[in-house]
């Protein structure tokens, strides 16, 4: 029971859950089932990695990826990604919730 309201209340702070308008039935559950099953890939991807689970942190690191790629391809430069593996991470992780 507590995992199911543990999924819910991550669906509804993080992946918009509630935040769909549609009046439709299909449109709806497309809405919670996309919601539901991001926070599910979520948690299989830091099972799978040997984390512990915490979607804020998972959101924040997904971002921080984004910002990092974006910053990557805007400034025109070819990083040796072997050489930066390590500041990447650093990277990466940052701001993410140590458990």
Excluded: W
């Amino acid at each position: 029971r507590f995992q199911i309201e543990f999924c819910f209340r991550d669906a509804k702070g993080f992946t918009g859950l509630m935040q769909s308008q549609a009046r439709d039935v299909a449109k709806l559950s497309f809405n919670f089932n996309a919601s539901l099953t991001s926070i599910n890939l979520a948690k299989v991807l830091a099972k799978e990695k040997g984390i512990p689970f915490s979607m804020a942190s998972c959101k924040t690191m997904i971002h921080n990826a984004y910002l990092l790629e974006r910053f990557i391809c805007v400034s025109g430069i070819k990083p040796n990604r072997r050489l930066n593996d390590k500041l990447v991470k650093e990277l990466v992780e940052f701001a993410a919730i140590a458990a």
